[in-house]
């Protein structure tokens, strides 16, 4: 009988974790993905972290006016911006949806922007900005024009063969844009 049970016992113990190792290796294309997006970033190498991004995006947004975007923001003397201690939060399993896996995914980051080059005017209303994007509790100065910001974010992945995914920023202020790209089921989500 003791034998029995502990026959039983590894038994469960080996069926959880067959189930865990799918769950990590879904969370570990993920990530993947989503660090080589990030490190894009911050190397400014804005035409490779474009093609990270869900290209159904481009059905809305043109390609070109999103790297000009990009550039914009992380690649611009007047504001400079060093992403920090990249990390992840929960990443959802994984949903086929269509013919098409969608994972919501949780990250963030520390930020520091600096924006001293510019006018006070700018100044005021990038902060305000800031604040209103990152919360104001995640945006600390450190002196006049620059900026700690703790960014937490949240991403869909999506993916055709649960290997190589692409993402999408979940902003509620980009609702209008992701509802004629994104499954309905994604956007209750959001």
Known sequence: MKN?????????????????????SD???IKKSL????????AKNMNQAVSCIYPKFFTIVPKEQMIQGLEM???NPVLKVNIQNFDFGVIEKPEL???EYFSITNYGF??????SAANDE??????????????????KAVRKGIYDIDAKMRAC???????????LVLEKSYKPYLDKILPKKVIDKI
């Not at 959880?16 to 799918?22: E, I, P, V």
């Not at 992945?157 to 649960?162: E, G, L, P």
């Open 4 to 24: 029995k049970l502990i026959k039983v016992f590894f038994s469960l113990i080996s069926i959880f974790s067959l189930a865990q190792t799918k769950i990590s």
């Open 27 to 29: 969370e570990i294309q």
């Open 35 to 42: 660090t080589y997006f990030v490190n894009c970033v911050k």
């Open 73 to 75: 923001a992380y690649n």
């Open 97 to 99: 949806i269509g013919n």
């Open 110 to 115: 520390k930020m520091q922007c600096d924006v």
């Open 122 to 139: 700018m100044q005021m209303n990038i902060e305000k900005a800031l604040k209103s994007k990152y919360g104001k509790n995640n945006v």
């Open 157 to 167: 992945a999506v993916s055709k063969d649960r290997k190589l995914w692409k993402f």
